[in-house]
């Protein structure tokens, strides 16, 4: 049985994306900042919940430990928990917050899932990147990219697709991918104002791609083909 953890699932992406997999039968674990709310959804959607928040080391390696104890390996690990800011919320400490998830995050989660990947026979990891992070889209004046300003949320996602890229390199044992989901059908909208999150991640609040996105993307799972999103 394939076994799946996906960060900031309580909602949005990562929990359509659990959704799915589930329908293929797969045990999928649930990471969620917010136990109440990531118990509501792990009960909804008949997944299994771990208290996870991306940006604390003692909250990572509990979640992965409880993970290996009852599971003793994880196949997948989809790095989804991310927060998005305001084009004009541009300073020092709204830049620490959300590198802090996006990319930090990432290295955290990763880094203490390896050795549970490492005990699969087809371990994979999907992060969740953006055109917003993308050189090509963001100088490409036909891509809405382009017109849009993200500075803080575009620099994290670039971020996001470099770290596949070393990873993938300094790891070739595991398979590392990065998906971009496009515009998206979750509670963000470009006019919200303040920090978003995907999931429930950072402050409770939801996120959603930005326009110009393009709306569909493949994530591979073990013996599952696409499951688009």
Same mark, same amino acid.
């Given at each position: 049985?394939?076994?799946?953890?996906?960060?900031?699932?309580?909602?949005?992406?990562?929990?359509?994306?659990?959704?799915?997999?589930?329908?293929?039968?797969?045990?999928?674990?649930?990471?969620?900042?917010?136990?109440?709310?990531?118990?509501?959804? *792990?009960?909804?959607?008949?997944?299994?919940?771990?208290?996870?928040?991306?940006?604390?080391?003692?909250?990572?390696?509990?979640?992965?430990?409880?993970?290996?104890?009852?599971?003793?390996?994880?196949?997948?690990?989809?790095?989804?928990?991310?927060?998005?800011?305001?084009?004009? *919320?541009?300073?020092?400490?709204?830049?620490?917050?959300?590198?802090?998830?996006?990319?930090?995050?990432?290295?955290?989660?990763?880094?203490?899932?390896?050795?549970?990947?490492?005990?699969?026979?087809?371990?994979?990891?999907?992060?969740?990147?953006?055109?917003?992070?993308?050189?090509?889209?963001?100088?490409?004046?036909?891509?809405?990219?382009?017109?849009?300003?993200?500075?803080?949320?575009?620099?994290?996602?670039?971020?996001?697709?470099?770290?596949?890229?070393?990873?993938?390199?300094?790891?070739?044992?595991?398979?590392?991918?990065?998906?971009?989901?496009?515009?998206t059908a979750t509670d963000l909208t470009p006019?919200?104002?303040? $920090?978003?999150?995907?999931?429930? $991640?950072?402050?409770?609040?939801?996120?959603? $791609?930005?326009p110009g996105e393009r709306r569909r993307a493949?994530?591979?799972?073990?013996?599952?083909?696409?499951? $688009?999103?």
């Open positions: 049985m394939t076994v799946t953890l996906i960060t900031g699932a309580n909602k949005g992406l990562g929990h359509e994306t659990a959704r799915r997999l589930i329908e293929l039968g797969r045990t999928v674990y649930i990471g969620a900042r917010s136990i109440e709310r990531g118990e509501a959804a *792990a009960t909804g959607l008949g997944a299994r919940f771990v208290q996870l928040d991306v940006t604390d080391d003692a909250s990572v390696e509990t979640a992965l430990g409880v993970i290996g104890e009852r599971e003793g390996h994880l196949d997948v690990l989809v790095n989804n928990a991310g927060i998005s800011a305001t084009a004009d *919320a541009v300073n020092g400490p709204v830049a620490l917050m959300v590198f802090d998830t996006n990319a930090v995050g990432i290295i955290r989660v990763t880094q203490a899932a390896l050795p549970l990947l490492r005990k699969s026979e087809n371990p994979v990891v999907v992060n969740v990147s953006s055109a917003l992070g993308s050189f090509w889209a963001v100088t490409n004046p036909e891509r809405r990219q382009f017109h849009y300003p993200a500075i803080i949320y575009g620099a994290s996602k670039a971020a996001v697709s470099m770290l596949t890229v070393q990873y993938a390199k300094a790891l070739p044992d595991i398979k590392f991918n990065a998906v971009e989901p496009g515009f006019a919200s104002r303040g $920090h978003r999150a995907h999931g429930d $991640h950072r402050r409770g609040r939801p996120h959603q $791609h930005l493949r994530l591979v799972v073990p013996g599952a083909g696409a499951v $688009h999103q």
